[in-house]
């Protein structure tokens, strides 16, 4: 009885694990399908969807004022 019980056991365990498998390889599809969409360019001439391959951007400027966020008087 011992015998049949680890069977049954071991078989509701991979049985799980391959259910749980292939929720996430569906959910995960899912996620690249709704997260890949195409993205209108702002003008005709760029292309929104190219990738860049490289090569050097032009460098980020954060200006940031010195006023301060709270003041107590």
């Not at 799980?16 to 003008?43: C, K, N, P």
Request: hydrophobic share 50%; net charge negative.
């Amino acid at each position: 009885m011992r015998g049949l019980s680890m069977i049954i056991a071991t078989i509701l365990t991979f049985g799980y694990g391959f259910a749980a498998q292939a929720a996430m390889t569906v959910d995960r599809a899912e996620t690249f399908r709704r997260l890949a969409h195409t993205v209108d360019a702002a003008t005709p001439i760029e292309d929104a969807n190219r990738v860049w391959y490289g090569g050097m951007l032009a460098p980020i400027t954060v200006e940031a004022t010195a006023e301060p966020k709270c003041t107590v008087s």
